[in-house]
């Protein structure tokens, strides 16, 4: 389950499809949430999220997607849920959210491999066809910008040697034309090893072991991250070092070698996301998710190459403004406190 979909996957020799499909159509229209297995799986998640506050980056991540979308929204309430209200989910709350929201209307089925049309039509029909549903619940998903976006939050890991940091805004949808030109800011900006965040605040200046820049585009909303963790007497300068970059990208400074490796990078990565049957289906669900074309990889690869610095300058006055940015900090707050408000 992720933060648009969720998703079944099931490998198979050609030879076992049918009672393959046979058995994900149980597994799929008549799931038997045992009693023993809710049990089993609701303890297992429980000690999960009693641990994570031990685990600073998914709190970091969970506090900024909080700010960026508010603590209760879609996109802003941790996915695997908060210990206080998951520790009341019962067996009985699973099988209610299935009965209301699975159903095959909403169903997209995506199949790669050594098999025609004409074979997999007749198997899907003996295993799914007879799944019936009446109309899903439309889902309820809140995506408005929260009130204050521009905010330092602080959490306080007292005595930790290194701060984990992320600064991060509101982004893109999926199906925004501008997804090729961010693709190639971001991976300027840090999405490679030689990338400028990597590069200055770890080679250059040895604050971090790693520093890289994230674009998560989703259905509903998206979010720009960069994400590092600072050793703690250089957070505050680690920092500075962040904002000067991003005020960087507002300027014509882009070298022409610099941008084109950043292009290069992704094109070549294509041939990647179609490596094995599994990533083949992963591609086309991801279009078939966000209301993209089925030719849209085809024009992708054309779009990253005629991304020019004008279009990334553009693209960072418009989309990544201070006044929108959200920093959070989890570290020694006392180390690091006073050089962060001033």
């Known amino acids: 389950t992720g933060y648009d979909q969720s998703t079944v996957h099931v490998f198979a020799l050609k030879r076992t499809l049918a009672p393959t499909l046979a058995l994900v159509a149980d597994i799929v229209t008549r799931p038997a949430f045992s009693e023993a297995d809710a049990q089993r799986v609701h303890a297992d998640r429980m000690a999960n999220l009693e641990l994570k506050p031990d685990r600073p980056r998914e709190v970091a991540d969970d506090v900024l997607s909080g700010a960026l979308f508010g603590p209760d929204s879609a996109y802003g309430h941790p996915g695997d849920g908060v210990a206080a209200s998951f520790a009341q989910v019962t067996r009985v709350d699973a099988q209610t959210f299935y009965a ?56 306080d890991r007292p005595g930790a040697p290194q701060a984990d940091v992320r600064v991060g805004l509101r982004g893109i949808v999926r199906n925004d034309s501008r997804y090729a030109k961010l693709r190639v800011l971001t991976n300027l900006l840090g999405g490679s090893f030689t990338s400028r965040l990597n590069n200055r605040l770890r080679e250059q200046l040895g604050y ?26 250089k957070v505050v300068d680690g920092i500075s070092e962040i904002r000067q970059m991003l005020a ?43 209301g993209l074309p089925l030719n849209w990889y085809a024009r992708y690869a054309k779009e990253l190459a005629s991304t020019s610095a004008q ?17 959070v900090v989890v570290g020694d707050l006392a180390a690091v406190r006073a050089g962060l408000e001033a």
């Not at 209307?105 to 066809?129: C, I, K």
């Not at 400074?253 to 992963?282: V, W």
Request: charged fraction near 25%.
């Open 100 to 155: 209301n929201h699975w159903a095959p209307a909403r169903m997209t089925l995506v199949v790669a491999g050594d098999v025609t049309e004409a074979e997999l039509m007749p198997l899907l029909q003996s295993s799914l066809g007879a799944w019936r549903h009446p109309a899903p619940r439309t889902p309820n998903v809140r995506v408005a910008r929260s009130a204050d976006p521009a905010r330092l939050l602080l959490v």
């Open 311 to 327: 279009d990334l300058q553009r693209l960072a006055r418009t989309l990544i403004r201070d006044r929108d940015l959200c920093y």
């Open 208 to 233: 971090t072991y790693g520093a890289r820049a994230l674009s998560d585009t989703r259905r509903w909303a998206g979010t720009f991250t960069i994400s590092t963790a600072l050793f703690t007497p």
């Open 248 to 290: 960087k990208l507002r300027t014509p400074d882009y070298p022409a070698l610099e941008l084109d490796k950043a292009k290069q990078n992704l094109i070549r990565d294509l041939p990647s996301q179609f490596e094995t049957l599994d990533d083949t289906t992963n591609a086309f669900a991801d279009l078939a998710q966000n």
